[in-house]
Structures are given as C-alpha cells and as structure tokens.
C-alpha cells in the first residue's frame, strides 16, 4: 500500500481509476495514456490486433511478479483444481409443463458442435461479427473455426455472441470440434512461462457445493466486507496508510463479522478434506 501510495503521489497512478466507466478505461488506454494496465484482453484495451501482441512488436508485454519478501502468485481456484464452473448449470423449476422437453433441450447444450457456440459465439449471422467459420477438420468433418477478427477485440465478439449457460468444451474437442482461440493460446504460454514459477502454494480453496442459507449468509456479509476493504485500499493509495489505519480496519471487519465469514469457509474445507480422506 505504500507503494501505491508512492506511485500515486507521483502522479503515476490514474486518480479516476476507482471511479470510472469501462469505456473511460478503454479510451484513455486506446488514446495511448497506460503504461501499466490490467484486463483479460490488453489488445481490448491498448488497440491493438493478436498479431501485434503475438509478435512481440506492440511494445506491451505481461507484467511479471513483482518482487518483494514473499514471491508466491496463489492461482484461482476453479483453474487448478478443475475446469467445472457451477454457474453453468441450469435448473429446471416446478413450475416446468414438461420438464421431459426442457431436459432434452438443455441435453443439446452439450453437443460438441453446439458447446463451443455456447462458450464463445456463433458463425454464419452474416453480420460481419462471427467468431467462428464452419470448415473441416482432418477427417473431413465439420469443425469450427476461430475466425480472424481483424481489429475487433474476441473479448467483444464473445460477449456479443455467446448464449452462456450449460455447455462442455473438452481437451478433446479441439482439433475435432473446434479449434482453440489465438488468444487463448499466447495467454496459456504467458501463464507458463512467466507465472507458473512463482505459483508456490499447494493448495487452494477447494470447489465446493455450499447449502442455500451459507450461500445467503457469504453474500451479506461480503457486502459489508468487500465494500469496507475496496474503501480502505482506495483510501490508502491515495492518502497513504499508517498502523493505526491497519488496525482501525482490522476492528472494522471484526465489525462486519469477518470471523463469521471465515468460519462458514472453513466448515467447507473440513468436509472437503474429510471426504478426500474417505476417497482414498
């Protein structure tokens, strides 16, 4: 914190960058005014194309762990120990005349040609904003195509098209189904290669299935809790922060029941281990 505090007073960290829109960001990084920034695409943010970023030339490369005492990146969850996202599911309601129907449909949303177009998009609108083309794979059967989307940002594209919602795209699908996005692929490389060898930890929360009134309980409390820590981060970039502020913000989420949080978490990571232990 007192690094950004120090950055900021130096007029090198953007003063809108708590309060502004995502198309203020985009502008300004499109106007050329970033030096750092941080986004899913930087192509979507800098205006560029994947081949300037691919090549090396666009003068942007990823930012490597910053060194400090501790050099330990702890990867996302869902990214290490699987790839399930329980966001994708869909439930089927009592209120459904025929949930025979409603099943086989949703049953479609796993076909290995119909995933892919639930994850990314779709091809064929004829409205200059496919990200796929139907082609063939080495057998001669069908198989989506990533198209080239010129200047267009697949963050955008994808956004546009994608129905969400069920769907599976396996290892296996690519090749045969599908083929695997160009932008996919140099953000897996960078992962491997410049972050991967400060991923330290061992073990992550693990993916659990939490009851309905734990789910309820997290949300309200994270309400509280994010809003009081995003506070105390902008506050303490932009004015600097002191022990006492560190232990003001220690009681504050003592205040909003941080413990409380934390012990429905651990509830889960205990099941979690115990049925791992039973597995084996």
């Known amino acids: 914190m007192e690094w950004l505090h ?14 502004q829109e995502w198309s203020t ?12 920034c941080f986004s899913w695409d930087v192509a979507n943010i800098v205006g560029l194309t994947m081949a300037d970023i691919q090549n090396g030339t666009a003068g942007w490369a990823p930012l490597p762990m910053l060194k400090a005492d501790t050099v330990n990146l702890t990867p996302n969850t869902g990214s290490l ?3 399930f996202d329980r966001g994708r599911g869909a439930v089927v309601t009592v209120n459904a005349k025929n ?6 449909w949703l049953d479609q949303m796993y076909d290995p040609i119909q995933s892919p177009q639930n994850n990314w998009g ?7 904003f496919d990200i796929f083309v139907m082609g063939t794979n080495d057998k001669g059967e069908p198989m989506l195509q990533h198209a080239d989307l010129g200047d267009h ?22 090749g045969v189904y599908v083929t695997c996005p160009d932008d996919a692929l140099y953000r897996l490389n960078w992962i491997k290669d410049i972050y991967t060898p400060d991923m330290h930890t061992k073990y992550v929360f693990p993916n659990v299935l939490m009851s309905s009134d734990d789910t309820k309980e997290i949300s309200n409390l994270l309400a509280d809790i994010d809003k009081c820590i995003e506070t105390a981060r902008a506050n ?6 002191t022990d006492a502020d560190w232990d003001k913000l220690q009681s504050d989420l003592q205040a909003y029941k941080l413990d409380q949080l934390l012990a429905i978490f651990q509830k889960y990571v205990d099941a979690s281990s115990d049925a791992a232990l039973t597995a084996k």
Do not use: Q, W
């Not at 594209?157 to 396996?170: F, I, N, Q, S």
């Open 153 to 174: 940002s697949p963050v955008e594209v994808r956004e546009a098209e994608m129905v969400d919602g069920p769907l599976a795209v396996l290892d296996s699908y690519y």
């Open 81 to 83: 120990t699987s790839g």
């Open 6 to 19: 120090k950055l900021y007073t130096e007029n090198l960290f953007d003063p809108d960058a708590f309060t």
């Open 122 to 128: 779709t091809y064929g609108e004829d409205d200059g």
């Open 25 to 36: 960001y985009v502008a300004k990084g499109k106007s050329g005014r970033y030096g750092v």
């Open 99 to 104: 949930p025979a129907l409603i099943c086989a």
């Open 236 to 241: 303490a970039i932009m004015n600097g922060f």
